[in-house]
């Protein structure tokens, strides 16, 4: 019996030494102090830091290994079925988590600047029967919403291991990175050292967000059908180009094959690129 006369058998026997090289490869690098052992230790602890900072579980380490069981698989599927393209299956398994907490960082500090309002206002009304502007903080905790409350929590909780009430406002500040959460909370520093009648500031604070909140909500309806048109923009010439293609398969030979195409072609995604911003930057509105 020839084994060369069973390809499947020599694929298969050649898709294990693969996975036998590479897995040794991966043992080596991460087996002391390399390049992929600093990279795996910053990636886990940016991870790990993403994922407090949202009130989860740290569990970047997990992650990376799920990442890495993930990459397997799609390799030995693209290489077991003989998929075209099947490279670019690795791409949402590479980018996803930080796409994921990126994502999910977007949508806490939007909730957070929806919840300004109610943190000032509370913390105004707060102030009317409890002198000390910390103790105020403390009472109206349990009725904010969320995730606000667990901010507020994570401010006081600060505050019992030794920082003041200014210090834990500037690093949630820091922490945020947010415009309107700064200038919410600037203002809101700013009543604490001057003095005066703070509740009276802060009630005044939380009309001008309020108000600008309205006026946030009045732009992005104004805006929905140009935003919309935007996305046409963006993805309508690759339906068209792949329509173009099915029907007929040399129909754009001439700019795939000649330089006077790949100019052409140059030149088109140039401007469709720069169409792209200028509606970007004309839809971005200031308030």
Same mark, same amino acid.
């Not at 040794?24 to 102090?33: P, V």
């Not at 469709?272 to 792209?276: C, G, I, K, P, Q």
């Given at each position: 019996m020839n084994l060369l006369d069973h390809p499947l058998l020599i694929k298969a026997g050649g898709?294990?030494?693969?996975?036998?090289?590479?897995?040794?490869?991966?043992?080596?690098?991460?087996?002391?102090? $390399?390049?992929? $052992?600093?990279?795996?230790?910053?990636?886990?602890?940016?991870?790990?830091?993403?994922?407090?900072?949202?009130?989860?579980?740290?569990?970047?380490?997990?992650?990376f290994l799920g990442q890495v069981f993930a990459l397997c698989a799609?390799?030995?599927?693209?290489?077991?079925?003989?998929?075209?393209?099947?490279?670019?299956?690795?791409?949402?398994?590479?980018?996803?988590?930080?796409?994921?907490?990126?994502?999910?960082?977007t949508e806490h500090i939007t909730r957070l600047e929806g919840q300004l309002d109610t943190l000032i206002m509370g913390l105004a009304n707060g102030l009317k029967t409890v002198p000390s502007p910390s103790a105020a903080l403390g009472s109206i905790v349990p009725v904010l919403p969320t995730p606000m409350r667990l901010e507020i929590?994570?401010?006081l909780k600060e505050m019992r291991i030794g920082s003041t009430l200014e210090q834990g406002i500037l690093n949630m500040s820091a922490r945020l990175q947010s415009i309107d959460i700064?200038?919410?909370?600037?203002?809101l520093l700013i009543g604490l050292q001057v003095g005066g009648?703070?509740?009276?500031?802060l009630e005044n604070t939380a009309a001008t967000i309020r108000e600008m909140n309205r006026l946030q909500g009045?732009?992005?309806?104004? $805006?929905s059908d140009a935003r919309a048109?935007?996305?046409?923009?963006?993805?309508?010439p690759f339906v068209i180009c792949g329509a173009f293609s099915a029907l007929d398969s040399t129909y754009f030979e001439p700019l795939q094959t000649t330089f006077a195409g790949t100019l052409v072609v140059t030149l088109a995604l140039g401007l469709?690129?720069?169409?792209?911003l200028a509606a970007r930057k004309i839809l971005k509105v200031d308030l």
């Open positions: 898709e294990l030494l693969v996975a036998v090289g590479v897995s040794w490869l991966i043992y080596a690098a991460f087996a002391g102090d $390399t390049v992929l $052992t600093r990279y795996y230790r910053k990636y886990t602890a940016h991870l790990d830091r993403s994922l407090k900072l949202l009130f989860m579980p740290a569990v970047g380490e997990k992650i799609v390799t030995a599927l693209g290489l077991a079925i003989d998929l075209q393209y099947w490279y670019l299956g690795l791409l949402p398994v590479l980018g996803g988590p930080l796409f994921w907490v990126r994502n999910k960082r929590d994570r401010l700064d200038n919410a909370l600037s203002a009648n703070l509740p009276a500031v009045v732009v992005k309806t104004k $805006t048109q935007l996305w046409v923009l963006a993805v309508f469709w690129l720069a169409s792209l």
